[in-house]
């Protein structure tokens, strides 16, 4: 197996105990701090573009539970299951990008594997006992655990994966390790699947950090580590070959789904954010709303559209009411912008047209005044 797949995480999103959606993501490192690092649908429920529930239920999760892998030194690794509060009662517990809008598809929720998580264990018929547990105490066994974030199986030298980053060209080949179908074995394996970049990594698309890949992705993948990986330790970057002593990875993005499907095709393209996204977010340090404050209210957004009108011009008024014109759309994305993202794009459209319809506020002079 690759030493790399223990970095890999199989999330159960719940409610309670109800299992709501199966999902990946990968242990991260940063400043000797550690987050589960996965896709931002995955734990509100919702579409990232247009904020829509994906499940028919409305569906929202308030837990997760996260099986890792802890490593025992010389005795190898072993996976523990346990359940991460998605909110208390101010705020999720779990870090956005401090963007906002358009909205990066990628969060990272901090625990402390120092401290008691909780495990269920499952008994005899439907009985169920929570205890408490500290991943990393090794009072009992006297064999010292560690987890086994991402970065322990990266190339050593940051330089070599900045290069290969800023070098790494269209059709070359990535491996998506998850859970596609929540497909698994006893040990929870995550299961390897081949990608091959489809568009700029360095270029972005549609002028944001994150780019297309080429891959058989399903269900159940949202929120996997997308790597560079080479069992026999080689990395080549531009005319340069690199050897290491052992297998090696680079880590390329995050996966969060499929980009273009409809009711009659699915064109195999799937959408992966930058790496660079992961230690913004981490550092912006800006958690996510609770679930019912996700969506601003019908009032707040006319207050946010109104201001936005301010700006506006008396000929950039009338252009926002000529649907030949693209100005009604520029300001909608001004307006999303100002919010974070928190209306559907569709409502914010149908606020800027109908307040625009009635504005009688302030107006910046037009150029011939």
Known sequence: MAAVSNSVVHLTMRFGRTNLAIGTGMVYEREGKFYVVTAWHNLTGRHPDNLRFQSEQNAVPNNVVVNLAVSYGGFGASRMSVVLPLMDEEKALFLIHPSGWPRVDVVAIPFDPTGNLKMELHRFGEEVEEVLIALLDSSISNIPADLCPIQRYLVPDPAIRESWLKNVEVTEELFIPGYPHNLQDYYSQPVWKRATIASSVQSGWDGQAKYLVD??????????????????????????????????????????????????????V??????????????????????????????????????????????????????????????????????????????????????????????????ED
């Open 270 to 367: 799937g959408i992966v954010w930058h790496q660079s996204v992961i230690d913004e977010i981490i550092d912006g340090g800006i958690f996510e709303k609770l679930p019912f404050e996700i969506e601003i209210n019908p009032s707040a957004l006319d207050v946010a559209v109104n201001e936005e009108l301010k700006t506006c011009s008396r000929i950039g008024l009338n252009n926002i009411l000529n649907p030949k014109m693209p100005s009604r759309y520029l300001v909608r994305e001004s307006v999303l912008k100002n919010i974070q993202g928190r209306a559907m794009p569709e409502q914010a459209l149908e606020a800027v047209i109908r307040l625009a319809a009635i504005y009688d506020g302030p107006l910046v002079p037009d150029e």
């Open 215 to 268: 891959s058989a992705s399903k269900s159940g993948m949202s929120g996997s580590p997308v790597l560079y990986y080479s069992p026999k330790g080689a990395v080549q970057v531009g005319g340069i070959s690199y050897r290491f002593q052992t297998d090696v990875a680079i880590l390329a993005g995050i996966y969060v789904g499929r980009e273009g499907v409809t009711e009659k095709a699915d064109p195999q």
